[in-house]
């Protein structure tokens, strides 16, 4: 992870920026961008249908705690926390239904895109 510092429109700002893959990840003012070429845009797009029975790494990352692990979730509960890019998430129910398998545990090291969490 490399530092940068950006002026935009006079106004510096200051942050991190890492290259994962093809894509590049930025991380300025507590907010992350993901920037990818056209090309890996293109082959990701069939992957990034979203399927509100899976929870799914969105960067790499670490997990930092299993908020829930078994049991009823409701859509927009808390079930995974992971650090990225010097940055918490929290990972969220994307549907009501009963968590199903736990794929991954507290200090994990997960990449983008691996599945985390199973709920039925």
Known sequence: MKKLELNINGKKL?????????DFWVSV????????????????????V?????????MPGKITAIKKSSGDVIIG??????EAMKMEYSLKANKDGK???ILAKEGDQVTQGQLLVEIE
């Open 99 to 101: 968590i199903k398998k």
């Open 50 to 58: 979203s399927n509100p029975n899976q929870i799914l790494a969105p």
């Open 77 to 82: 509960d808390v079930v995974i926390m992971m």
């Open 29 to 48: 003012n507590g907010k992350t961008f993901k920037y990818e070429d056209s090309a890996s845009k293109k082959r990701n797009a069939k992957a990034n």
């Open 14 to 22: 200051k942050g991190y920026a890492e290259k994962v893959g093809k």
